[in-house]
């Protein structure tokens, strides 16, 4: 007698079970593609969390009654004395970074009471969906941003009629502005119809404006092309530098308009700079795993810039998502006792996700099979779908405040470098999305050392060549506290730097621009780990951009004696210049 062994995909006695999952799998691929990119389970599931536990809470309930009274008496007292007193003093003020209130004729009655009504609703509303007793803490927040944008949907700067600045822009056009608003609503439509990126971007052209230090491709597979840059010094040190951006991005953000470009910076400091550009994926790479990515990508270029200058090493450096994978390769080097690596820079980049930061609301096991099944269907997952989150986390800077002035105000912003390097998106495999979600951010492994490479765990502590990590004051994609954390992780000397701005202009900023600081201080081998808040107080604090301080400990771990420029790629070792920078993969669409 034979017996059917139960599957995956078979249910008791062998039962075939597979077309009822792919009947579940379309559904929720097709609800994958609505929304903000929150699941709407669990988006729901978080309502209940919250909603039973307020009923269980008459504690609570009686609090926030208390709250909305006096913050309502407060409000009307305002009102009251502003009777007498035109610039009485605000119950409420904007947080600091919240700049929708900054014009002068927010001021003035009738606009500053409902500035006032609208932030006293948003605290108390905040207040009402945190530390409510029994609450899962990952439901709190997930509710808590999702009442937070709708509020801010209904936000009186969103609005026409409740929006001095509009009111005034509409007097001063005879209302020609919304007539330009409805044009630049046409044109937005249409260019998002026909797939083409926003008005502006075509002032930025890569290879030209942007991407457009001098350099070759030196090295092409399926994953990466290298970009070797030619030199700009007379002599240079002899250490080269590796540069790993993120894959969710064209490579260029370190290269962008020549003053805000990270690889000119290197280049003009003396240093010989090989930067990656990641491949476009499509569907058929959809079973590229991240272990691809750090083989394909990091070591391939290891050893191509290897091949082409021989016994030297490498300063290697990444940033976001780029740092993570250069850290896993680091130290799976470091663990086969791969010395290559003469330093390693962590740019806004994480090692440690116990706190992620804002996009933890879009990582639960929930969540996570809601994108898996999107992304099963297409085979890699959508730049709009990752964008999404960003958005959504910084509506008000990204969304709102952009439709205000395009569509109400009829005022296009004035396109930059960045904002057209945003628009340039890339897609990412569904194979090594899901491992880096799932391993990373939910299980946390890289950190607990439960990630594994050529057979062996890969542990951070094993990294021994020293590390500049460089956090920012305004990370939401890579909080500095959770940067910080590789002090606890690593046992190497290690530079930290604490940068002004956010994860975008906090690392990637003209240097010669005034107004800049930042803290750092470097621990040694032998030092202890201080909580962050205690690094805060003693690191050194100074004006100016941090790239010159990271470009003088580039040359500080190198060799002291400089070297003449090497020749572009190594034809004999089988490393010719294939084309010019900024290379193909770049154009991938």
Same mark, same amino acid.
Request: charged share 20%; proline share 7%; net charge negative.
């Given at each position: 007698?034979?017996?059917?062994?139960?599957?995956?995909?078979?249910?008791?006695?062998?039962?075939?079970?597979?077309?009822?999952?792919?009947?579940?799998?379309?559904?929720?691929?097709?609800?994958?593609?609505?929304?903000?990119?929150?699941?709407?389970?669990?988006?729901?599931?978080?309502?209940?969390?919250?909603?039973?536990?307020?009923?269980?809470?008459?504690?609570?309930?009686?609090?926030?009654?208390?709250?909305?009274?006096?913050?309502?008496?407060?409000?009307?007292?305002?009102?009251?004395?502003?009777?007498?007193?035109?610039?009485?003093?605000?119950?409420?003020?904007?947080?600091?970074?919240?700049?929708?209130?900054?014009?002068?004729?927010?001021?003035?009655?009738?606009?500053?009471?409902?500035?006032?009504?609208?932030?006293?609703?948003?605290?108390?509303?905040?207040?009402?969906?945190?530390?409510?007793?029994?609450?899962?803490?990952?439901?709190?927040?997930?509710?808590?941003?999702?009442?937070?944008?709708?509020?801010?949907?209904?936000?009186?700067?969103?609005?026409?009629?409740?929006?001095?600045?509009?009111?005034?822009?509409?007097?001063?056009?005879?209302?020609?502005?919304?007539?330009?608003?409805?044009?630049?609503?046409?044109?937005?439509?249409?260019?998002?119809?026909?797939?083409?990126?926003?008005?502006?971007?075509?002032?930025?052209?890569?290879?030209?404006?942007?991407?457009?230090?001098?350099?070759?491709?030196?090295?092409?597979?399926?994953?990466?092309?290298?970009?070797?840059?030619?030199?700009?010094?007379?002599?240079?040190?002899?250490?080269?530098?590796?540069?790993?951006?993120?894959?969710?991005?064209?490579?260029?953000?370190?290269?962008?308009?020549?003053?805000?470009?990270?690889?000119?910076?290197?280049?003009?400091?003396?240093?010989?700079?090989?930067?990656?550009?990641?491949?476009?994926?499509?569907?058929?790479?959809?079973?590229?795993?991240?272990?691809?990515?750090?083989?394909?990508?990091?070591?391939?270029?290891?050893?191509?810039?290897?091949?082409?200058?021989?016994?030297?090493?490498?300063?290697?450096?990444?940033?976001?998502?780029?740092?993570?994978?250069?850290?896993?390769?680091?130290?799976?080097?470091?663990?086969?006792?791969?010395?290559?690596?003469?330093?390693?820079?962590?740019?806004?980049?994480?090692?440690?996700? *116990? #706190?992620?930061?804002?996009? &933890?609301?879009?990582?639960?096991?929930? +969540? @996570? !099979?809601? /994108?898996?099944? $999107?992304?099963?269907?297409?085979?890699?997952?959508?730049?709009?779908?990752?964008?999404?989150?960003?958005?959504?986390?910084?509506?008000?800077?990204?969304?709102?405040?952009?439709?205000?002035?395009?569509?109400?105000?009829?005022?296009?912003?004035?396109?930059?470098?960045?904002?057209?390097?945003?628009?340039?998106?890339?897609?990412?495999?569904?194979?090594?999305?899901?491992?880096?979600?799932?391993?990373?951010?939910?299980?946390?492994?890289?950190?607990?050392?439960?990630?594994?490479?050529?057979?062996?765990?890969?542990?951070?502590?094993?990294?021994?060549?020293?590390?500049?990590?460089?956090? *920012? #004051?305004?990370?939401?994609? &890579?909080?500095?506290?959770?940067?910080? +954390? @590789? !002090?606890? /992780?690593?046992? $190497?000397?290690?530079?930290?730097?604490?940068?002004?701005?956010?994860?975008?202009?906090?690392?990637?900023?003209?240097?010669?621009?005034?107004?800049?600081?930042?803290?750092?201080?470097?621990?040694?081998?032998?030092?202890?780990?201080?909580?962050?808040?205690?690094?805060?107080?003693?690191?050194?604090?100074?004006?100016?951009?941090?790239?010159?301080?990271?470009?003088?400990?580039?040359?500080?771990?190198?060799?002291?004696?400089?070297?003449?420029?090497?020749?572009?790629?190594?034809?004999?070792?089988?490393?010719?210049?294939?084309?010019?920078?900024?290379?193909?993969?770049?154009?991938?669409?």
């Amino acid at each position: 007698m034979t017996h059917k062994v139960n599957t995956p995909e078979a249910g008791p006695a062998g039962t075939d079970t597979a077309p009822y999952r792919t009947i579940d799998r379309l559904r929720e691929a097709m609800a994958a593609g609505f929304g903000t990119g929150v699941s709407p389970l669990a988006l729901g599931m978080a309502l209940i969390d919250w909603s039973a536990h307020l009923a269980a809470a008459p504690g609570k309930r009686l609090e926030l009654a208390d709250r909305a009274a006096r913050e309502t008496a407060e409000l009307m007292a305002h009102i009251a004395a502003l009777a007498t007193d035109p610039k009485a003093e605000p119950v409420i003020r904007p947080g600091p970074q919240d700049r929708r209130f900054a014009a002068a004729a927010w001021q003035n009655p009738p606009f500053s009471i409902w500035v006032q009504g609208f932030l006293l609703a948003r605290q108390w509303w905040h207040e009402a969906t945190h530390d409510v007793p029994g609450t899962d803490p990952h439901y709190e927040n997930l509710l808590s941003a999702m009442v937070r944008q709708w509020l801010d949907m209904a936000s009186p700067a969103n609005l026409p009629f409740t929006n001095p600045e509009i009111i005034a822009r509409s007097m001063q056009t005879a209302g020609l502005n919304h007539l330009a608003g409805m044009r630049n609503w046409c044109e937005d439509m249409a260019r998002l119809a026909a797939g083409k990126p926003p008005v502006g971007t075509e002032r930025f052209r890569v290879g030209y404006e942007v991407a457009a230090t001098p350099g070759k491709v030196v090295f092409r597979n399926h994953l990466i092309e290298l970009i070797q840059y030619a030199p700009a010094t007379e002599t240079v040190l002899a250490e080269p530098v590796l540069l790993i951006p993120a894959w969710i991005m064209k490579y260029y953000i370190l290269d962008l308009s020549p003053e805000n470009s990270l690889v000119r910076h290197l280049v003009q400091a003396g240093h010989t700079v090989f930067c990656l550009s990641w491949r476009n994926p499509t569907a058929d790479d959809r079973d590229l795993t991240l272990d691809d990515y750090r083989r394909l990508g990091v070591m391939a270029a290891v050893e191509a810039i290897n091949a082409i200058l021989p016994g030297r090493g490498i300063h290697a450096a990444g940033y976001c998502l780029g740092g993570t994978l250069l850290a896993i390769a680091a130290a799976a080097m470091a663990g086969a006792r791969d010395d290559r690596l003469a330093s390693v820079s962590l740019l806004a980049a994480q090692t440690d996700f *116990t #706190e992620p930061g804002d996009l &933890a609301l879009f990582v639960d096991h929930d +969540q @996570l !099979h809601s /994108l898996e099944n $999107a992304m099963r269907q297409r085979g890699y997952l959508t730049a709009e779908q990752m964008l999404g989150a960003f958005r959504f986390l910084r509506s008000n800077d990204l969304v709102w405040s952009r439709m205000v002035h395009a569509y109400l105000m009829g005022e296009r912003e004035p396109m930059t470098d960045i904002l057209a390097w945003s628009s340039d998106s890339t897609r990412m495999p569904y194979r090594m999305q899901d491992e880096y979600l799932r391993r990373l951010y939910l299980e946390n492994a890289l950190a607990g050392d439960r990630l594994r490479a050529d057979g062996r765990p890969v542990a951070l502590r094993n990294l021994r060549a020293p590390i500049f990590a460089v956090g *920012t #004051e305004e990370d939401y994609v &890579a909080p500095w506290r959770s940067v910080y +954390q @590789l !002090h606890c /992780l690593s046992d $190497a000397e290690l530079t930290f730097v604490l940068a002004d701005k956010d994860h975008l202009a906090g690392i990637i900023f003209d240097p010669s621009q005034p107004g800049s600081h930042y803290r750092i201080a470097t621990r040694g081998p032998d030092d202890t780990c201080l909580p962050p808040e205690d690094w805060l107080r003693a690191a050194a604090w100074r004006e100016g951009s941090w790239w010159p301080a990271w470009s003088g400990w580039l040359a500080r771990h190198s060799a002291a004696e400089r070297v003449a420029p090497p020749g572009i790629g190594a034809a004999a070792a089988g490393y010719p210049a294939l084309e010019d920078a900024p290379g193909s993969y770049v154009r991938q669409r």
